[in-house]
């Protein structure tokens, strides 16, 4: 769940950044909505993928 909302507010960011750049114009509610998409699918993909990737071992 962690990574779930590492990635939705890396998104966030992400979006506030290019907003501040150049002109966006996408409203609040969708940036959330897309936020909360990207929040689910990083969750469900370290899920997945957490008994493949190798474990940080002290060496």
Not at 3 to 28: H, K, M, N
Not at 54 to 59: D, N
Request: proline share 2%; net charge positive.
């Amino acid at each position: 769940m962690l990574w779930g909302v590492v990635g939705g507010l890396a998104f966030l960011v992400l979006a506030q950044g290019y907003e501040l750049l150049g002109d966006l114009g996408v409203g609040f509610g969708a940036k959330v909505a897309v936020a909360m998409v990207v929040a689910g699918l990083a969750a469900v993909a370290t899920y997945l993928a957490r008994g493949r990737l190798p474990a940080s071992g002290g060496r």
